[in-house]
């Protein structure tokens, strides 16, 4: 007769410990199944469902500040009693109370779960449940991991500036969520220029050095796209005034609800008007096998190395800004149709993609910044400041879940 443990949601744990044979695994992280000794009644339960989310933990805020809770509960035939206890390692998260004894006439128990702060992205508790036997004695026990996701972290997509609070208020508004992560760095650091004739130069301009990106995908319903970016009106989620709202040039509408969200930030504010031609953009490896783009010397460290599918905000000092997408097979690229957006706003560019607009579910990227007075910075003194993240000879960040940065 063994305890089990099933998660039935995402962020969230619901655990049933159950008697009959039942058996089972999960992510809350079963340390070892519990053989009960002696023997309840086939029909005795005892649960311990968790109302831990996806949770904010706001630094303005006073703490604790209150995640969830953990509802212990018994039914069946036997008087049986179970005591538990939590335990932590580092006390990021507390339990109230920690521990304690639940009596068969009791129908639950809620302990309510807190955080004492607010610098981490993902921290766990230890669940550990006895069976009381005869004369109080304690037999057999099960430990499970309970784990708080903090979207407010310092690694997490609010916790990226504008661009990441942007990006979470349209994920948080879509529902199902598959969250990625912030790769961060490095900044400060010489960038190859496309061509081998160039030198390299650390970025110099503001909205030129990359110091963030991130990658996450959400189920977004036609209609709440279509209140987002095609309304009469600016973006509700844009609380900058200023902010550019781009959509391709061959415009195509969008019939499926998966969307990927990416964007990142630069080491300024990206800057809206001047005379400096400007480019931002996501390059994909979207098809596996395909013949990606392979740039032809001088250009040997062209931005867009290695990539089929690139989206490309672009700045004209005649024209202004325009969002392109284009699709590469071995050095022939189209511009093609496409329901991506892109929006500028302070220090960063984030960017919607219509998840069908790829022949992988997970592509890899690598997004770029350049400015350049109109020369491409091929002439002398070349006057050009841009990055990319990662570099050209590194490989493409694979955004699969977990987010795995380039090695």
């Known amino acids: 007769m063994f305890f089990s443990s099933h998660v039935l949601r995402r962020y969230g744990a ?21 053989q009960l000794r002696p023997p309840i009644g086939e029909n005795a339960v005892a649960t311990a469902a968790s109302t831990l ?18 509802i212990l509960s018994f039914q069946g035939e036997t008087p049986t009693r179970y005591a538990f206890k939590f335990d932590n390692d580092d006390g990021v998260i507390v339990a109230d109370p920690a521990s304690g004894i639940i009596e068969p006439s009791e129908t639950t128990k809620v302990i309510t779960i807190r955080v004492t702060r607010c610098d981490f992205d993902v921290a766990t508790i230890r669940l550990k449940t006895f069976y009381v036997g005869e004369e109080d004695q304690t037999a057999s026990s099960q430990s499970q991991t309970l784990t708080v996701n903090n979207i407010c972290g310092p690694g997490s997509m609010v916790g990226a500036g504008t661009m990441g609070a942007i990006a979470e208020e349209i994920a948080t508004g879509a529902g199902d969520l598959v969250r990625g992560a912030v790769v961060t760095g490095p900044s400060g650091v010489p960038t190859m220029h496309s061509s081998t004739e160039v030198p390299d130069k650390v970025p ?17 319903t036609l209609s709440a796209f279509q209140i987002l970016f095609e309304g009469l009106d600016p973006p509700s ?13 061959i415009h195509r509408s969008n019939f499926r609800d998966e969307y990927a969200i990416g964007f990142f930030r630069t080491d300024g504010d990206i800057p809206l008007s001047g005379s400096r031609t400007l480019q931002y953009a996501f390059v994909f490896d979207s098809i596996a096998f395909n013949q990606n783009f392979l740039p032809m010397a001088p250009f040997d460290n062209d931005f867009f190395r290695d990539t089929d599918r690139w989206y490309t ?84 960040i694979d955004p699969s879940p977990p987010l795995t940065p380039p090695q």
């Open 14 to 34: 619901i655990a049933l410990l159950c008697a009959g044979g039942c058996l089972g695994s999960s992510d809350l992280g079963v340390d070892e199944p519990l």
């Open 313 to 396: 905000a672009n700045y004209n000092p005649l024209t202004g800004w325009s969002f392109r997408v284009t699709s590469v097979s071995g050095n022939v690229a189209t511009e093609v149709e496409s329901n991506a957006r892109a929006v500028i706003s302070k220090d960063g560019i984030l960017m919607v993609f219509p998840l069908e607009e790829f022949g992988a579910f997970f592509p890899r990227y690598r997004v770029t910044a350049f400015s350049h007075n109109g020369d491409f910075g091929l002439v002398a003194p070349n006057d050009w400041s841009g990055d990319t993240q990662p570099p050209v000879d590194e490989p493409l």
């Open 237 to 249: 989620f844009l609380a900058d005034p200023d902010a550019v709202v781009l959509e391709p040039t």
């Open 53 to 70: 989310a996806a949770f904010c933990c706001d630094p303005d805020k006073p703490l604790p500040q209150t995640v969830g809770a953990v």
């Open 204 to 220: 110099s301009l503001p909205g030129t050095d990359i110091v963030q990106s991130a990658w996450t995908q959400v189920v977004l």
